[in-house]
């Protein structure tokens, strides 16, 4: 395999391998490097991932993501700092049957189906999304313009009714 981040998930767990690198946004799938919220393309991702078995015996790769990415706030437009510092653990099943059952006892695990060759980009894809807000956006914006500002300066149109029900 000529490229480095290609690996035998099988192979690389089964021997307990390590691999560390990294990425710029705008090198990962369009899937992230064309999101939204990401205010920066020129951030860069660090990973690590390690390979071994758990205590029972199933074969792993523990996938660690790390980064400072800005987004974009969802209210103001300006970037919101977020640490990206994301762990998981995906156990690696050689048939679906093993998966299924595996995930139905323990809602918790992370698995997937063995491949003959994975591009470590998709788990780091993959990791980045699932770890972006829904909806990122600072606490407080600064009271420029934002919804609830307006809001809280507009008369309540209901206490009219309250004064009437008094009466």
């Not at 690590?48 to 790390?66: E, S």
């Not at 103001?76 to 059952?101: G, H, N, Y």
Request: hydrophobic content about 40%.
């Amino acid at each position: 395999m000529s490229d480095p981040n290609l690996i035998d998930p099988k192979v690389f767990a089964a021997e307990g391998r390590s691999l560390q690198g990294g990425f710029l946004l705008e090198e990962l799938d369009e899937r992230v490097s064309s999101h939204d919220y990401p205010a920066d393309k020129q951030t860069r991702v660090s990973f690590t991932l390690q390979g071994g078995r758990d205590r029972l015996q199933r074969l792993f790769l523990d996938l660690g993501v790390k980064a400072d990415m800005p987004l974009v706030c969802q209210r103001c437009i300006a970037p919101l700092p977020f640490r990206l510092d994301e762990t998981a653990r995906i156990v690696l099943f050689s048939d679906e049957k093993d998966l299924d059952e595996a995930m139905l006892a323990d809602e918790e695990l992370e698995g997937m189906l063995l491949e003959k060759e994975l591009d470590v980009r998709i788990l780091v894809e993959d990791q980045i999304l699932m770890s972006l807000p829904f909806s990122p956006r600072h606490e407080d914006c600064g009271g420029n313009g934002t919804p609830e500002k307006a809001d809280r300066d507009k008369p309540n149109p209901f206490a009219v009714l309250a004064g009437l029900k008094s009466n």
